[in-house]
């Protein structure tokens, strides 16, 4: 069973600043890609950012230079460091994860959610 638990979720006002995590756990072999994604109402899930494991990094347009994706391999965890942040970006965002098990299987993986708001 894997598991990928986000937290750092929050209100914070225009301008401001969240750093989300995103924990990977079970039976892992070994983890891929790791990403964020969010989506807002009415709207449909878009990629925020994504990483390799050797550290190779995307980024939507409309977050570059604002928002950075890092990862800790040792602790299989992903981090999106967002700064400037803008009532647009207001979303839940979702950890993603391609990874394969010690049982042999390749799949990708989802978090619950983690809700950001921006918002005076």
């Known amino acids: 069973q894997v598991q990928l638990v986000e937290s750092g979720g929050g209100l914070v006002q225009p301008g401001g600043s969240l750093r989300l995590s995103c924990a990977a756990s079970g039976s892992i072999f070994r983890i891929y890609a790791m990403g964020w994604y969010r989506q807002a109402p009415g709207k449909q899930r878009e990629l925020v950012a994504d990483?390799?494991?050797?550290?190779?990094?995307n980024y939507a347009d409309s977050v570059k230079g604002r928002f950075t994706i890092s990862r800790d391999n040792a602790k299989n965890t992903v981090y999106l460091q967002m700064n400037s942040l803008k009532p647009e970006d207001t979303a839940v965002y979702y950890c993603?994860?391609?990874?394969?098990?010690?049982?042999?299987?390749?799949?990708?993986?989802w978090g619950q959610g983690t809700q950001v708001t921006v918002s005076s």
């Open positions: 990483i390799t494991s050797d550290g190779n990094t």
């Open positions: 993603n994860s391609d990874l394969s098990t010690y049982s042999g299987s390749y799949s990708e993986y």
